[in-house]
Each structure stands twice: as C-alpha cells, then as structure tokens.
C-alpha cells in the first residue's frame, strides 16, 4: 500500500457513522415512546376515567339520602311526598353502584368499572345495604303506623343508611387520594420526559457536531491528497539532459526534491545493473 492510499483509507474509515449510535438512539426513542404511552394512560385515567366514578359515590350518597329524608316525611304524616318517588330514588343508587362494579352509561356519559378490588368489595357491601334499605323501607310503608320514629324497625333503617352512606364515603375518599397520587405521578413524569429530552438533545447534538467535525477533517484530508496527486500527474516540466524539474516559480530541482516536496514519497539510492557495469566494469555483476 503505498504512502498516498493511506491518508484515504483512514479517512473512509472514520467517516462511517458508528452502528451503536443507531442503537442507542432507537433504543432511548423506545424507552421515550414507553413513558410518554404511561403518561398518555395516566392522563387519561384522571381526566376521563376517575371523575366520574367519583361522581358515582356523589350520587349514591345524594339519592339514598333524599330518598330517607323523603320517606322520613312520609312516615311523619306529610302527603307530599310518594312512596314511588322514593323507591325511585333507591333505584337510581343502585344503578349508580352497579354501574362502579359492572360499567354503565348515563346522560353524563360512561361510567368505567372499578378495577382497585378493595374498592370493588367495599361498593359490593354497599349496594347489598342499599338493597337491604329498599326492602326495609317497602316493609315500613306497609306498616307505617308501627314503624314510626323511634322503633325498633326505624332504628335499624337508620343504621343501614349510616352504614353504607359511611362506606360510600369511604370509597369517594380513596377514589381522590388515588386521583391525588396519580397526579403527582403524572406531574414528575412531565418534567422527567422534559429533563430528558433536553438532555437527551444536547448529548444528539454533541454526538452530530463530532460526526460533522470529523467529516469535515477528512473531506480537507481527501481534497488535499487528491491535490497531491494532481500536481505529481500534471505536465512537468523536465531538463533532457540533467533530469531537472522546473517548479511553477521557475527554480529548477532535482527530481528526488521535487518529488519529495510534493508528496510524501522518500528515496533511497542504488545503481541499476546497466549503470554498475558503466562505472565499474570490472566488477562482474
């Protein structure tokens, strides 16, 4: 390989851009697209999903609660109110807690099932006591005069109402912690997606501004052997008699220094075969 090829063989070499930063950035742009797809889910679970299960607990607790209050003025003696309306209203908390277990659409629109299966058992306990409610109150208005205020039937009718309007609570309570702590989470992983694309995009651009560099170094590298070349295969300007090259300013060299000074070439001496016989004929070679 002689002197000239070298420079241009290097100069291929590190002009291909290394395979393992292929890799790292297709790795890193999965990891990224991973994260942002859990970011996206979480976004989704408290902008979409969350609110209106909690809205559900509201509107168990506000339906069972108009609905005692409402059979509480029946029982008193008012006629304003009907036994349909109230059971009506039992109705429409059991849906609401059906719909926590099972899924169900409203004019609000869809309710998603719970899937935390501690909240799952504690809306089961409810709507059982919801149920268990609806009954005590049919049995109660058919025996309104002995089931007034204060008996033993009122007493356990109150009970079962505080009992699960407690544990509904309960579930609404979770249901916003768990708003609260996917937020939270939410939150930090917005600022660790910005952190690292910032980072991440300094590292890229140090890693292209290197590339470039170093493409550049040995595009000058190339022109300046090419130009090697060009000036050593151009028209030389050559003594017939001496074997001196004449140089673009006119001085003539030796063709060993002209050679030497316009490549990387280097000369050693020895006599040919024809010239030994010339000047030393008697020595048989």
Request: hydrophobic share 40%; net charge neutral.
């Amino acid at each position: 390989m002689d002197n000239l090829s070298k420079p241009l063989l290097m100069a291929h070499a590190t002009s291909e851009f290394p395979i393992y930063t292929f890799l790292v950035i297709i790795t890193f742009a999965l990891i990224m697209i991973g994260v942002m797809t859990y970011s996206f889910q979480l976004g989704y679970k408290m902008s979409a999903q969350f609110p209106p299960l909690v809205d559900a607990t509201m509107e168990i607790k506000l339906e069972t609660t108009t609905a005692h209050l409402w059979f509480e003025e029946i029982i008193s003696g008012d006629r304003n109110e009907i036994i349909e309306d109230v059971l009506n209203r039992i109705d429409n908390a059991m849906w609401y807690a059906t719909a926590l277990l099972n899924g169900g659409y409203n004019s609000k629109g869809y309710i998603a099932p719970l899937s935390d299966l501690s909240l799952r058992k504690d809306i089961k306990e409810v709507l059982a006591n919801i149920t268990t409610f609806r009954e005590i109150t049919q049995k109660r208005y058919a025996t309104i005069k002995e089931s007034g205020v204060g008996s033993e039937i009122d007493q356990k009718y109150d009970a079962i109402f505080r009992g699960f309007q407690k544990k509904t609570d309960s579930v609404e309570t979770k249901l916003q912690e768990i708003i609260v702590s996917d937020l939270y989470h939410y939150r930090f992983l917005q600022i660790l997606l910005l952190i690292t694309l910032i980072f991440s995009t300094i590292v890229l651009l140090f890693i292209f501004y290197k590339y470039e560099n170093q493409r550049a170094k040995n595009q000058k590298l190339i022109r300046e052997s090419l130009e090697k070349v060009k000036v050593l295969s151009g028209f030389l300007p050559m003594c017939a008699s001496c074997k001196k090259i004449r140089d673009d300013k006119g001085y003539w060299s030796q063709i060993e220094s002209y050679i030497r000074e316009h490549s990387e070439a280097e000369f050693s001496h020895g006599i040919c075969p024809e010239c030994a016989k010339k000047i030393y004929p008697e020595i048989n070679i």
